[in-house]
T-cell receptor, first 110, second 114 residues
Framework: QKEVEQDPGPLSVPEGAIVSLNCTYS??????FMWYRQYSRKGPELLMY????GNKEDGRFTAQVDKSSKYISLFIRDSQPSDSATYLC??????????FGTGTRLKVLA | GAVVSQHPSRVICKSGTSVKIECRSL??????MFWYRQFPKQSLMLMAT?????????EQGVEKDKFLINHASLTLSTLTVTSAHPEDSSFYIC??????????FGEGSRLTVL
């Protein structure tokens, strides 16, 4: 079993839809959770960084962490074609180790 | 967010030559940087962890003599692909760990070996 599981997609949604991206994990030692957006042929861009259960909001993005269920989510409201990218979740136990999901490819249709 | 600069963004070289890629944290000090390789439509593959002032820690299967990593200062790490061959052609990405634990990535370097 992988430490971090992420559905690779692709996920296609119409413009304006609410997008839900998810990752599950098995290691209860993970304390820090991140979401990245990666456009083709570019490095990943940090969108959200959280370290506690609950919700964190930044503009159209909301990160949700449920440590009891070992489940994290990223919600994108009012999705735009420019949101089309691969979204990676990442987790860390607080050391210098980071585990990444395989990424979910998202396509927002105009 | 913090900025990590990676240079060059694209490089084409002949087989047998060496190529150096630089990774700089522009507005923070990074005691730890990471180097990844990414194949098309695949996730990041960690190659090595670079610590300032000490030897890099390589992941299993990564040839340390082939991929030389130097982290000479708190803001600069370099990856040198020595005696490059076509199979080394790939997208190489660095990241730098900020003091809070956040991880910031460079823009990536596309290496093509002819």
């Amino acid at each position: 079993q992988k430490e971090v599981e992420q559905d690779p997609g692709p996920l296609s949604v119409p413009e304006g839809a609410i997008v839900s991206l998810n990752c599950t994990y098995s290691n209860s030692a993970f304390q820090y959770f991140m979401w990245y957006r990666q456009y083709s042929r570019k490095g990943p861009e940090l969108l959200m960084y959280t370290y506690s259960s609950g919700n964190k909001e930044d503009g159209r993005f909301t990160a949700q962490v449920d440590k009891s269920s070992k489940y994290i989510s990223l919600f994108i409201r009012d999705s735009q074609p420019s949101d089309s990218a691969t979204y990676l979740c990442a987790m860390s136990p607080g050391t210098y180790k980071y585990i990444f999901g395989t990424g979910t490819r998202l396509k927002v249709l105009a | 967010g913090a900025v990590v600069s990676q240079h060059p963004s694209r490089v084409i070289c002949k087989s047998g030559t060496s190529v150096k890629i630089e990774c700089r944290s522009l507005d923070f000090q990074a005691t730890t940087m990471f180097w990844y390789r990414q194949f098309p439509k695949q996730s990041l593959m960690l190659m090595a962890t670079s610590n300032e002032g000490s030897k890099a820690t390589y992941e299993q299967g990564v040839e340390k003599d082939k991929f030389l990593i130097n982290h000479a200062s708190l803001t600069l790490s370099t990856l040198t692909v020595t005696s490059a061959h076509p199979e080394d052609s790939s997208f190489y990405i660095c990241s730098a760990r900020e003091g809070t634990g956040e991880l910031f990535f460079g823009e990536g370097s596309r290496l093509t070996v002819l």
